[in-house]
């Protein structure tokens, strides 16, 4: 499917500036699903558009926040280096939960009302942007939710202070939701993954649950661990369940 791939739209945000959200969509006329799509800690990177990219080419039109736009200028993509690792942690750790939270809100309206979009709302997202993914999709409007190796939820250390309420909001879930870990990721050990889902149990959460044998990052194709046989299988996982729970286009 040939898509739309260099629209953005500069939302208002509440410090009065902007959130650059990246739009990627079928080229045929038509209304189709729309995805939220978060992005790991280095914002919206070539790996990401690409993955945006593909995921618009199966039929959903992909919106792509840029999760930092109070501390960095409208476009900014942080590089895969050192200092753009320790500037994305940071930022991480410096913007309020309550932030994420309204700009998820912010992202879902827009995307519900874009004249390509059909209603129907799932998010998805990678590293930082799983956790993300995971918490927009406690907005009911959200069927189904794609989270892959999604940092920080097991440990609660999400935002400024280090202090979220994601396990403990988590009987609020009412989307689908797709977990997928790499058993090699040092950033959430076994005990972490056997803490989310032991809590998914616990609230009789409807979801599904993957680990394989890979690294951090395994998804993003750029970099030493990237693994493309698994980025078809885990990707494979997550068109699946969008295809089962959201609408077709119309």
């Known amino acids: 499917m ?5 629209e953005y ?17 079928p080229a045929a006329d038509g209304r189709y699903p729309g995805v939220v799509l ?32 109070e501390y960095e200028a409208p476009g900014t993509v942080l590089r895969y280096d050192q200092a753009g690792t320790d500037r994305g942690n940071a930022l991480k750790f410096a913007k309020p ?9 912010a992202a879902l309206d827009w995307l519900a009302a874009h004249p390509a979009c059909s209603g129907r709302l799932a998010t998805a ?29 097991h440990a609660g250390s999400l935002g400024e202070g280090r ?3 994601s396990l403990a909001r988590m009987d609020e879930l009412t989307a689908e939701t797709l977990f997928v870990w790499g058993r090699q990721d040092p950033h959430v050990p076994f005990a972490g993954r056997e803490a989310i889902r032991a809590r998914l149990e616990a609230v009789g959460a409807r979801y599904e649950w993957h680990e394989v044998n890979a690294a951090h990052a395994f998804l993003r194709d750029e970099g ?18 969008f295809q ?7």
């Not at 739209?9 to 969509?25: E, I, K, N, S, W």
């Not at 997202?125 to 190796?149: I, K, Q, T």
């Open 2 to 6: 040939i898509i739309h791939s260099d």
């Open 9 to 25: 739209a500069d939302l208002p945000a509440a410090d009065g500036g902007v959130m650059r959200t990246h739009v990627f969509r």
């Open 38 to 69: 978060y992005s790991e800690i280095y914002q919206v990177t070539d790996p990401i558009r690409r993955l945006a990219a593909f995921i618009a080419g199966h039929g959903y039109c992909v919106a792509v926040p840029e999760v930092y736009h």
């Open 97 to 105: 939960v309550a932030a994420y939270d309204a700009d998820a809100t």
């Open 125 to 153: 997202g990678v590293c930082l942007g799983g956790h993300l993914a995971y918490r927009a999709a406690l907005d009911p409007r959200v069927s189904a939710a794609a989270c892959f190796y999604p940092t920080d939820i």
């Open 163 to 165: 202090c979220d309420d």
């Open 224 to 241: 030493p661990r990237y693994d493309p046989a698994l980025f078809v299988q885990a990707t494979g996982w997550m068109l699946a369940l």
């Open 244 to 250: 089962r729970v959201l609408s077709a286009a119309v």
